[in-house]
């Protein structure tokens, strides 16, 4: 378990500052998004926030058998505080992440079979890489929030009346486990009463469904608390129940190694989907009822999407594949988490 750490006296801040505790918060959960893809989690200086701070909590790197990158911060404003839980994306260098995002067979969610999810993802925050039982990410992460609330009933009992906000929170690969993780709490009955969840993704891949004819509270609950960020030209939301944006992977894969690893320029991955169509319409068919969750946010305008427009939209056309995967990294900007904090009017619930 030597991947992960306690830092209770690190503190960073962000820069905006709000009358309203979710615009901010979504703000912050946005900031954090981009900090954990950082090599050293501990460094928590590219954050800033007037009077207003963010403390790590407890974080986990992704190292020898830990799949998942996360860490756990507190948020404090005026005497509300609140917890972040974020996880880093896709780390493009990772084998491990790699196949985490293609094993997108689905299967029903062992907290609710009337739910199906991302086989790969649930896998990956319920895996054992340690000596216990325990030893995964899902039961460490229960842990921490089960201690957090211990040491906030200790230091004031009035807060055993009082429930907190947990902001669980990711970009890409990232938001996908943040969505796994939310279903988990959700199905806690001791995490129904003592957090008020709110998920935000940023780019987040379609990772769940709820099975026809079948009618679920679990996934009625992470629907209601649940914000995606959405850009227009990002083909991951779209992925994998819109057809279209489906066709265009074998391009973008052919093209990003052309233009990165010149050794590879030669790889037509587009000519080995043609020989194979049958066996790729078969693989798309499987992963076709996989659906967005919550509400959607365009993130080039702040307005409402609804989730049918992710499956039916065609993709637009480019010779250029990467504007597909410029898209996709576009939430990571730093220089528009301002767009994010004018944005997050539309979480509000």
């Not at 943040?178 to 969840?197: C, G, S, Y």
């Not at 319409?281 to 999407?305: A, C, T, Y």
């Amino acid at each position: 378990m030597g991947a992960q750490s306690s830092l209770p006296e690190s503190t960073f801040k962000c820069k905006e500052s709000s009358h309203d505790r979710q615009h901010i918060e979504t703000l912050c959960a946005f900031l954090a998004c981009e900090w954990i893809y950082g090599d050293d989690i501990r460094n928590v200086n590219c954050m800033n926030l007037d009077s207003d701070s963010l403390e790590v909590l407890f974080y986990q790197t992704q190292q020898g058998l830990v799949p998942v990158q996360w860490a756990l911060l507190r948020y404090q404003d005026n005497g509300f505080s609140s917890l972040v839980l974020v996880f880093r994306g896709t780390n493009w260098k990772n084998v491990m992440d790699i196949i985490l995002d293609l094993s997108a067979v689905p299967m029903a969610a062992p907290v609710d079979s009337s739910v199906v999810v991302h086989s790969g993802m649930w896998a990956a925050t319920h895996m054992e890489h340690g000596e216990s039982d325990e030893a995964n990410v899902s039961s460490i992460i229960k842990n921490q929030l089960e201690l957090k609330k211990k040491q906030e009933n200790q230091e004031n009992q009035e807060k055993q009346e009082k429930q907190e906000n947990l902001y669980l929170c990711g970009h890409s690969l990232g938001a996908g486990f943040a969505l796994m993780t939310a279903l988990d709490l959700l199905h806690d009955d001791e995490t129904k009463t003592d957090w008020n969840i709110h998920v935000r993704t940023f780019g987040a891949p379609q990772v769940l469904y709820q099975k026809p004819d079948h009618k679920s509270d679990l996934w009625k609950r992470l629907h209601q608390c649940t914000t995606s960020y959405v850009s227009s030209f990002d083909i991951i939301p779209r992925l994998p129940s819109n057809s279209s944006w489906m066709d265009k992977l074998g391009p973008i894969i052919e093209d990003a190694a052309k233009k990165r690893i010149g050794i590879f320029g030669e790889w037509k991955i587009h000519e080995l989907l043609q020989r194979n169509w049958a066996h790729f319409q078969e693989h798309k068919l499987i992963m076709s009822e996989f659906r967005p969750v919550g509400s959607l946010v365009q993130w080039d305008n702040g307005s409402e999407i609804d989730a049918s427009d992710l499956r039916n939209q065609a993709p637009p056309e480019t010779t250029n594949y990467m504007d597909y995967l410029a898209a996709h990294r576009c939430y990571r900007h730093k220089d528009v988490n301002q767009k994010c904090y004018e944005t997050s009017d539309a979480t509000s619930r």
